[in-house]
């Protein structure tokens, strides 16, 4: 035993209070080793969701007291965050309003799932929503969103907050008005938005990807196109979006997926070190995460923390397609992802119980 | 003046002639300024051209002797090269024809032209040819192109056959049949064609894009989008195709640009240490380089030395599009890249003479 | 006011039961500017601190059971930290111990501070440890500790366990014996120690600096050489670390400095996102954080917080030199880091408290 | 056979008459495959070069007419160069000489070689030549030489003067004056001289290494060290300089080797796309090179060209130092770089003929 005998019990004792006097602590605690993880797996159903987020359109208003009306998913265990670095929650902006502009170092993605009519100036460009739309709103760059339309727009914001909260460097300004002016309506898309083209001419002097908006046509073109030839053992059609000028993800603390699960599939079970929020894009099928089984069907939501053993299956006859955000760029910045394919019972969990929800 | 008169004339011949006897030479002579470029900026029309590429096939066969049956576009001045670095050529291939599969480290692009039913298969991808498509044949790639239509089909091939040359560093090897297995096709368009979206575990492990087919649908998609909201005052719309994953040039030693000369436009001019060769894909219009105008419309070629002034004028009432080859990324890989904009008169050279051809 | 009335007390407060019934929380609170740091600046005496730690000597031995004997400096206000991303600690072994084998994904580093007859095996390198010399064991790199000299041998440990910890990376794992074998002695400063030179066939195949070892002779050569000719404002005569193949800093979570504050120096006051942990080297002085004053001597320690104001004076006769590890590489990895200027007051901050400790 | 028959002797005259009409030229011959390189190596002895060199003194001035008093190292079959792409030449400067101040596109490097006294101004900062001493004069920066001393000054200048002037990059330009004003001495190598170092606060805002002198003492340390552990087959203990900024090779267009043939040494042979220049620092031994046997001594210099096969002996019982300048960057850069060992005979060329000179 690595405690020594040669003080005694008062003598230990008194030792432990003077170096906590001077703020000194013992390190002869083993940190332990990767147990299992802190937060569950947990899963949203957008029949459940919704009209609570419909509601909230009678209880609050998107002014300057409020800046956002969200209704953040809180995963069990955890008080401000979905995983421990990102932050999901459903926004809803009704018909005639505006979500003041403002700008802050946590990133945001907003990811379209209801609604018409509505759309979000970044930096000046006004991007139109329409499901299936993912709009970047990069760190300390000005936003706001403004619906023009005649229906209640719901969309998902992925946000870094945790992280950023935890790094000590948040930090917040308001637009001097409610909204920016707008200078361009899809410039962003116009310049970079065609593929593996760029304006030979342009420097980008912007640290973020200069293309803010992808339109859900290209992103489906992407995922049929790559349907048709290659898949993940993992997960299936398995797309991130990227940032064109660098090939990397979009943004430096989360990157984005579409995945489709293709009918009938059943992938390996694998884990690794990032942890993930998922949307159900289209279709229904389920997931095993940790040995619990997680159904879903469009609208849902389901979280992976990190480090949890998880595979996908579509036993329906037609595509699934899941969106999600990852922090996958946060761990390889630092040398800290890992991944390990699960190798006992052919690649499989065994199912142990069934999330009810 | 630098030449001492300690030794006499013959006492000087005799020390040049032991340096001689020891290879060594005298350094005090300049290297010179940059002075006027060595090789004459030149146009060739498509309407002479077109008939002896044809003729071409009645000449000779694309097999093993020769490997392919192209006309070399040979700016006066220049032996084996369009330009000092690069090399356009135009490639005739016969129905039912195939050009032998083979690689090289000189690096190669295909710019369709005219035809259909052909096609490039490149490391086992086929790639159908169709005008306005641009294939890339990086260095030491297989590849081979078969007709299996019922036109002949030409294409400009762009090369950087001359800088290769001079480094010492061409290799050639011959595939062991006349052509490679079909792998896939379309496989690098399907998977990386999409745009700023990538497979998402993917690693790419060759040293060139992964993206090798670029359709002229997208790249006219690209062009007409950016015509819409931006504009270089030397280029007008210019697009760089870029390779996906690092969002750089397509190859290391070329790029390759589509350019719109929208109607009615007249650059300002500049010069630049890059070479450029150009076809004229759309539409008509002319150049001013170096003070001499050359007037061009659909089909020819023409080639802006280094460091010449050019600028581009449209005056007819429809857009032009101008597809390039420059060895631009030469010039900035080595710190030699520079560029200077024209700045008397307002920008616009004064035209002194005219190209007759 | 953003809360409507359109709901009543017993209507809002359902509302959000609802909400909570199937974790979802409202998002309509602001999560506030970057107020003031939630961790105070704070000192340690190399005076108190001393004698603690020799005694801990003959409370624990450095077995697989507590595999190190540290004192950790907890800095009021976190539990397990000394800022909150990185640890500090001071380590001591003892003639004849050994700190048994291990590896783990946090990163750390190794301060010598007193002793003589030790060495750290990393990687199979022996490496000697003297005073003033920094040793890196990188994320999941192999190492002991061995004293076989005839006196106690104490050193700062710097860590980023925080951070791993934060991001459910950490793992662990005992080498099979007690010390891993000796391959080579000094090999890491041999191969890369002289300093812009590398062993010109070697293709470095870790993920981290191959020089392990930063010998105090040179640090202090290179420290005095820059006190020569240049300063900054803020740090005086400060030195990064580099890692001999990237030219960046020596780890990916964690940077690190040797400073001097030379006689008569006061630097003006700046604060940064990135936290840092100081170590008195030689000499004395005082710093000024967030307007207290912090009196050090000669083997004091101090931290200064994320955004924290700061600023170092030196009023005696003789160079000061500090060490010192930070955060700074996380900050920008992720895009996070920010830097300001103290502008008033001619840019040093009025003295209000000093620290008694 | 490819060409085919349907055009008679006369017709096929005509075809490519007018093909050279409209300056077409047929493709159908073969770009060859990379034979035997074009230069042969060559030596170049001290004994021969030295009188000549010291003669040049009498012949010339290093004013304005000439710029610099050099006697260059012609290969045969090159007329400006030692390799296709660098030119090595020996400059003498006599006691109160001034070789007057300019820049130019094409990178330089001064490896000194006898003589003490005289410096180099680089950008301002005067660096002390000394023999052994590197010092580096990168692309488009002001540099002069003055010999304070009383005694000849001789160096070895490398420059990529033939690969510029083949990219039509040259741009030269006079300083107004005869020497730039000297703002600081030594200060590249006091910032960043001591290794893996480097201030805290700089940011390196120039395209080249901040650090432009190499002095022998730590050149000679780097190789004592590293050879003591560790050697390449090929080149047993080889060093190459770098850019304390960047980790990579210390000019974009050349790398600077020191190489120590330990004794009793015999290398492997290998081949590769670069090109080498070298001189003997110390010692003595022989190099074999596509079969030739090249016996050198203190002061040589010998060339290996492109895909020259080579190893390097040393029988003597002292060490042998050589420098050498590559155009390694270049190949890499342009994804042109091959290398291959000699496979046969144990890995040793058989000798069959001896460089006589």
New interface residues.
């Given amino acids: 035993?690595?405690?020594?005998d040669?003080?005694n019990a008062g003598e230990?004792r008194d030792?432990y209070d003077?170096?906590d006097d001077?703020?000194?602590?013992?390190?002869?605690?083993?940190?332990?080793?990767?147990g299992a993880?802190?937060i569950e797996p947990?899963l949203?159903?957008w029949s459940?969701?919704e009209p609570?987020v419909l509601?909230?359109g009678?209880?609050?208003?998107?002014?300057?007291?409020?800046?956002?009306?969200?209704?953040?998913?809180?995963?069990?265990g955890l008080q401000?965050g979905t995983t421990?670095?990102l932050l999901a929650?459903?926004q809803l902006l009704l018909p005639g309003e505006c979500a003041p502009s403002h700008r802050?170092?946590?990133?945001a993605i907003r990811w379209i799932l209801t609604g018409e009519g509505a759309y979000t100036t970044v930096e000046g460009d006004k991007c139109a929503m329409e499901p299936g739309d993912l709009i970047l709103t990069p760190?300390w760059t000005w936003h706001d969103h403004t619906n023009e339309g005649s229906s209640p727009m719901i969309w998902l914001d992925g946000l870094d907050?945790p992280?950023?909260?935890?790094?000590?460097?948040?930090?917040?300004e308001q637009f001097p008005e409610d909204t920016q002016p707008v200078i361009?309506e899809g410039?962003s898309?116009?310049?970079?938005?065609?593929?593996?083209?760029?304006?030979?001419?342009?420097q980008v002097d912007v640290?973020y990807?200069p293309?803010l908006h992808?339109k859900w046509a290209?992103?489906n073109?992407?995922l049929q196109?790559?349907a048709?030839?290659?898949s993940?053992p993992?997960?299936d059609v398995?797309?991130?979006?990227?940032?064109?000028?660098?090939?990397g993800p979009?943004l430096?603390?989360m990157t984005c997926?579409?995945?489709m699960v293709r009918a009938g599939v059943h992938t390996k079970a694998h884990r690794h070190?990032a942890?993930k929020i998922y949307q159900v894009f289209r279709g229904e099928g389920y997931s095993v995460i940790d040995g619990k089984r997680f159904d879903w069907s469009q609208g849902d939501f389901f979280v992976v923390?990190?480090?949890a053993w998880h595979e996908h299956v579509n036993e329906s006859g037609e595509e699934a397609i899941l969106f999600s955000i990852q922090d996958t760029p946060?761990?390889k910045?630092?040398?800290?992802y890992?991944e390990e394919p699960y190798v006992e019972n052919a690649g499989n969990q065994p199912v142990t119980s069934r999330f009810e929800?």
């Fill in positions: 035993m690595a405690v020594k040669s003080l230990l030792y003077s170096a001077i703020n000194l602590t013992p390190g002869w605690v083993d940190w332990g080793q990767h993880p802190e947990f949203w159903r459940q969701v609570l509601k909230s009678e209880v609050v208003t998107p002014d300057r007291d409020v800046e956002r009306r969200t209704m953040r998913l809180a995963t069990p401000r421990h670095t929650a459903l802050h170092t946590p990133t760190s907050i992280l950023v909260h935890y790094l000590k460097a948040t930090f917040f361009s410039d898309v116009r310049r970079y938005g065609a593929g593996s083209y760029r304006p030979a001419w342009e640290p990807s293309l992808y290209k992103t073109e992407a196109n790559l048709g030839v290659n993940s993992f997960d398995a797309i991130e979006y990227s940032d064109p000028v660098t090939g979009v430096k603390t997926w579409i995945q070190t942890s923390p990190s480090w946060i761990m910045s630092l040398g800290l890992r929800g």
